[in-house]
T-cell receptor
Framework: GEDVEQSLFLSVREGDSSVINCTYT??????LYWYKQEPGAGLQLLTY?????DMKQDQRLTVLLNKKDKHLSLRIADTQTGDSAIYFC??????????FGAGTTVTVRA | DAGVIQSPRHEVTEMGQEVTLRCKPI?????LFWYRQTMMRGLELLIY????????DSGMPEDRFSAKMPNASFSTLKIQPSEPRDSAVYFC????????????FGPGTRLTVT
């Protein structure tokens, strides 16, 4: 099956940029997703990128995809306290199954 | 729309008891997913329904787990008998298309088996 790896923790100062990295093993994913989970809540779709794209920008979010290296990243510009959450990288190696990474806990400090 | 609705939000039960978790997907969505989240194993897909039919149940841990979707607006996940290792947060998600596109997650049911 698909292996998805993310660093577990990221601490960032408010106003700085956050970069969350993800590597995966299955190159067949058509879509690659980023989900956000706040404490005690379900997962919320943040953004996604189609596999034939290198970059996608959506307001403060920038997704970069390097298919050759099987590397996906999420950049959050001007990080705010409300961005503190767990972020999951989720490639979709088939048409319905998401492969979730372990999640990166982002802590925003003042 | 109210989003995906799950009940109960919290469940505490004793080992050996039957547990039933419930899910109401978003109206108009034809795909439904049950996930389990634990610290040790992260998020795991348990079962996927499309148009009320189970398509992939390869993630269901064992025969103690069963899931049904009697109609487009309701699904259940049952554990019988429950064991302490079943303690986890169980999420239901639904999507509009038959695929992984934009799955919308419910708030989850936190199950504790003592």
């Amino acid at each position: 099956g698909e292996d998805v790896e993310q660093s577990l923790f990221l601490s960032v100062r408010e106003g700085d940029s956050s970069v969350i990295n993800c590597t995966y093993t299955d190159s067949s994913s058509t879509y690659l997703y980023w989900y956000k989970q706040e404490p005690g809540a379900g997962l919320q779709l943040l953004t996604y990128i189609f596999s034939n794209m290198d970059m996608k920008q959506d307001q403060r979010l920038t997704v970069l995809l390097n298919k050759k290296d099987k590397h996906l990243s999420l950049r959050i510009a001007d990080t705010q306290t409300g961005d503190s959450a767990i972020y999951f990288c989720a490639p979709a190696p088939n048409d319905y199954k998401l492969s979730f990474g372990a999640g990166t806990t982002v802590t925003v400090r003042a | 729309d109210a989003g995906v609705i799950q009940s109960p939000r919290h469940e505490v039960t004793e080992m050996g008891q039957e547990v039933t978790l419930r899910c109401k997907p978003i109206s108009g969505h034809n795909s439904l997913f049950w996930y389990r989240q634990t610290m040790m194993r992260g998020l795991e897909l348990l079962i996927y329904f499309n148009n009320n039919v189970p398509i992939d149940d390869s993630g269901m841990p064992e025969d103690r787990f069963s899931a049904k979707m009697p109609n487009a607006s309701f699904s259940t996940l049952k554990i019988q008998p429950s064991e302490p290792r079943d303690s986890a947060v169980y999420f239901c998600a639904s999507s509009f298309m038959a695929g992984a596109y934009e799955q919308y997650f419910g708030p989850g049911t936190r199950l504790t088996v003592t």
